[in-house]
């Protein structure tokens, strides 16, 4: 589905998911396990990733949670995990997503490393 | 057979269109006059087309006797009630009137997710006068259709309307969920059989964290509805849960909220109202 070696930018270390070509509305968490088993193939073992919110207009609390909330609990129990950043977000999309982190217990510090805001 | 629905039976209440199989019950051939209805909200559609797909599977002949209101009479025919419950390719329809949604069956959860997406830009482009309520509408249409989508495993799937209308001189975005699984109390149930009282239960089932899957992180849907709603510039909002026997709503008028819940008569599955109103004119 994703032709994931376009994802990458050619002048960044970290690979680069644009999750706005799949979508401006994402609703489900089965559509977040799949993208986030695109993401994990994507980092093929690297440490970070960037994942590009850009263009995206909605995203429902389900979704967050099981794409970032997930990846960012992975984060917090073991710093050799997978590190999502977060780029592009809308307000709507940080607010939901700020809200799967604190829900999750994640710390001031954690959800800005991860969401920059 | 005829049976002549009153005045309000297609307000998001009453319900009518659930007890509609007593009334008829045992017609072969049957007339429903559905002249002096005003009014049509987009619950009463899902429960009305849900109502019609079972009269057809079971053989029964039912003529439909149209709305007299003008208003009522085109949201009716725009809804479609009396063909089959269409899927995601007829959902959004495309002319300036009031219904946004027909009926329209979801199977899958990526329907939900195609759902989100297709409506998003209408949204946008045709519904300026509710702009401010999106992200609310949005996040109601991803969280309870994909709970309906999930929980409410029956062959008649998760089915969804949404229509705009007008209320004093105020813009309103209606939207109407069903299924016919078992609905939200017997599935809180699972976690806290301690919820007895069905209308407890659905109130339970709203609060955040509340699920009836031992999945962590999970029941926080309907409480990110609210937020969403919270978040906006709404003037009021007000949703209607049935399912068992079962009622509430939640009225959210100047950001507090009140809810209140009361018992009421058997119901399969859950059936859902969202309605929001703005500030916004209507533009038409």
Known sequence: MTTLENDIPQSSASPRYVLGRHGQAF????????????????????????????????VSYSFADELIGVFASR????????????????????????GSLEQRGLSDEASRELVPH | MEVRLSRAAGSRDHGYAGELDADLQGAN??????????????????????WMERQRQAGCGIEVKEPQDEATRLCFRAFRLEKDIGGLDEALVEDDGDVIIRPTRLS????????????????????????????????????????????????????????????????????????CGIGIPEHIRGSHPELVVDEHAIGQALE?????????????????????????????????????????????VDARVKDHGWNTSSSRGTWIAYDWTTIGRPDR
């Open chain 1, 75 to 98: 984060y917090e129990a073991d710093h050799q995990a997978l590190r999502p950043v977060v780029i592009g977000l809308s307000a709507q999309a940080q607010r939901v997503l700020l």
């Open chain 2, 108 to 179: 899958e959860l990526t329907e939900v997710d195609e759902l989100a997406d297709k409506l998003l830009q209408p949204l946008i482009d045709q519904f300026d006068d509710v702009a401010v309520v999106r992200d609310a509408v949005l996040m109601a249409v991803s969280e309870l259709c994909q709970n309906a989508v999930e929980h409410g495993t029956s062959d008649a799937g998760c089915v969804v309307a949404a229509s705009r209308g007008e209320v004093d001189g105020m813009s309103q975005i209606m939207l109407g969920i069903g299924d």
């Open chain 2, 29 to 50: 051939e049957a007339i429903l006059d559905a002249g002096d209805l005003v009014g049509l909200h987009p619950l009463f559609a899902v429960r009305f087309a849900l």
């Open chain 2, 208 to 252: 955040a964290g509340v699920s009836g899957t031992p999945k962590p992180h999970r029941g926080y849907g309907f409480s990110w509805v609210l937020k969403e709603t919270l978040a906006s510039a709404a003037s009021s909002a007000e949703m209607f849960v049935r399912a068992g026997q079962g009622a509430f709503r939640r009225e959210i």
């Open chain 1, 27 to 58: 609703s489900t968490r089965a559509k977040a396990e799949q993208i986030r088993a695109e993401i994990e193939q994507l980092a093929a073992g690297g440490r970070d990733v960037l994942i590009d919110f850009e263009g995206v207009r909605s």
